[in-house]
């Protein structure tokens, strides 16, 4: 055949309406390709832009500053104080106190910019025969649901008020979730609040007994569903009514150590008119049964009010004692081992010619690389008044003091709640300016650069 006439048979193939269902139906495979490589490439695209995204907000966590910084609406808070301040996981902080006489909980970024505050003024003010009290928030954790959990205690423990503490839990935004009060017809005072690591709550504090002697123990360790149902509580103490716990964790084997105060009469008073306490350090199995505990102390005043664990098997403690009555009341900070052994401590050296000294450590954290310890606290001497907040920096391993330092200004009231900071630097509540309650944002040695 004619090579022309093979052409034309072709064209009329071509042009012909099946071959252009045909060709049309190839098109569009190939075009349906396409598009599937395109849209494919573009998903891996968005996602990779996630990825560096979420690694730049990560690499965006931790702005180098400094600063000592008013809350943001301080003259509307209302006689505010902050007793816990934790660092939380998307760059931000979280405290808790008290604003008026209600518990109060705050968060706010790393420049001290508030990013919400929520008072629970569901929760009613104390009221009975002598006047007002308060209740107000004493410890604060985050828990992995992203929300916070946070105990509270009562300034009154009269029959007239029908105050006791409460248990509080939160969403990530501030918002109630639920709120219980502690068991009991009396007064109980919660003082610290861990999420457990099977993801429960445990709470510690003491409440009240009804007189001096007795065999009520004063001391409670209770434990609760995330829905705020009490699992157990378990009591603790001898016969005075002044035994409390201030601080707990867990353990690696899902037990606990509790530390506080344990009451004793001495060879001047019995704790009927007037006990005296020793350092209480107590551990328990996970279901709050003691299987250790020791009472460091002299005749006098020796109290914990914070445990955290060195990583090493041993735990560092934060306290006061005054082992002689003409004595002051010094600063303590003890290392000690899982049974309630003294390692080494610290002794905050006497005054010369001042007997009415009251320091204390109250809170402790440890440092990113575990060697040092760094404590938040006060030193004062009467009238109460002239306090003056203090950090103190002990070696983890041998607890020997390697520098303090003060903030210049005598506060009105001690203040709590220390944290590690997002670029490696300190974060803590003081008052300063009258009696102010400001953020301190330090270095790592507890320096303020202010420009």
Known sequence: MEPIAVRAILRQIFHSSWFYIIRRDIIMKIFNVKFCLVLAISLIVLQCE???SEQNASSDCGIETTYIKDLDNIDSLGNASCTDLKMVDDCNYVAVGKRTSVPWATKFNELGEEIWSRTFDEIPIPQGNYGTGQIYATAVDQTSDGGYVISCATTVNHPSYNATGRLIKVDSLGTTEWIVKFPGTRAHHGRDVIETMEGDYLVVGGWFTRRAVTNEQSAFMARYDVDGNLIWIERFGGECDEDEFYSVIQKPDGGFI??????HESKDYNCDFYGYTDLWFVSTDSEGQVLEETKTGESYWESAFDIIDLGDGTYGLAGRKRHQRQKPVNAWYLRMDGSGNVI?????PDYVNHSLRGDQLNDLILSED?????????????????????LWAFNASTSDELWSTNYDENGRGSTSGISNAHDGGLI????????RIKIFKTDENGVVMLY
């Open 428 to 435: 803590f509540f003081g008052y300063k300016d009258n009696g």
């Open 370 to 390: 575990g060697s040092t310890v760094i404590a938040l606290g006060s030193r004062y001497d009467l009238p109460t008044s002239n306090i003056n907040q203090y």
């Open 50 to 52: 996630d990825i560096d």
């Open 258 to 263: 509790a530390v506080g105060r344990f009451e």
């Open 344 to 348: 080494s401590e610290w002794n905050e």
